[in-house]
């Protein structure tokens, strides 16, 4: 089962790159979405989705863009990387309502 | 908007003593109640979940949690700690659909 699988697991970016975050599900699951994990500050929600084609923004949209053209597939998209952008970001997948569940996470540094 | 707080970004255990995480929530509705854990360098892991069907929650490794609507709390328990349960620790509140809000989280430690 590979569940939530996100892309690259480390990135370097310098500040103005664009870059794309991978995130693919297997289970079928409607609802998919994005947070970043920075320290003392839990998880952020950034965006998210209910189903293809369908995406909103969460609380730190600000940045960042996706889209959903399958069920499988929520990439998540920087236009120009800034330091404040490194960060932990975890993709996640689940049901409506109910738990979520979560890739293993990108670490992304923006110098 | 519903939220959730998390009383002490730093707890200490002895092994084999009482585990005690806070978390308090703010909802004018009964919410959906999540702890999740966080193993270092990994994704989160659902540790147990309150949906309304009962108070008192069985999860994962021995954790359970108890929904109090008179205290609007959700604290996680484990009655004797193991090494193997340091890690973080988040509690989190659905808002709409599967939108999750997290607490700030809890790293714990437990000392041989």
């Known amino acids: 089962n590979a569940g939530v699988t996100q892309t690259p697991k480390f990135q370097v970016l310098k500040t103005g790159q664009s870059m794309t975050l991978q995130c693919a599900q297997d289970m079928n699951h409607e609802y998919m979405s994005w947070y970043r994990q920075d320290p003392g500050m839990g998880l952020r929600l950034i965006h998210y989705s209910v189903g293809a084609g369908i995406t909103d923004q969460g609380e730190v949209p600000n940045g960042y863009n996706v889209s959903r053209s399958t069920t499988e597939d929520f990439p998540l998209r920087l236009l120009s990387a800034a330091p404040s952008q490194t960060s932990v970001y975890f993709c996640?997948?689940?049901?409506?309502?109910?738990?979520?569940?979560f890739g293993q996470g990108t670490r992304l540094t923006v110098v | 908007a519903q939220s959730v707080t998390q009383l002490g970004s730093h707890v200490s255990v002895s092994e084999g003593a009482l585990v005690l995480l806070r978390c308090n929530y703010s909802s004018s509705v009964p919410p959906y109640l999540f702890w999740y854990v966080q193993y270092p360098n990994q994704g989160l892991q659902l540790l147990l979940k309150y949906t309304s069907a009962a108070t008192l929650v069985k999860g994962i490794n021995g954790f359970e949690a108890e929904f109090k609507k008179s205290e609007t709390s959700f604290h996680l328990t484990k009655p004797s700690a193991h090494m193997s349960d340091a890690a973080e620790y988040f509690c989190a509140v659905i808002r709409q659909g599967n939108q999750f809000y997290f607490g700030t989280g809890t790293s714990l430690t437990v000392i041989p």
């Open positions: 996640a997948s689940g049901i409506l309502p109910g738990e979520a569940f």
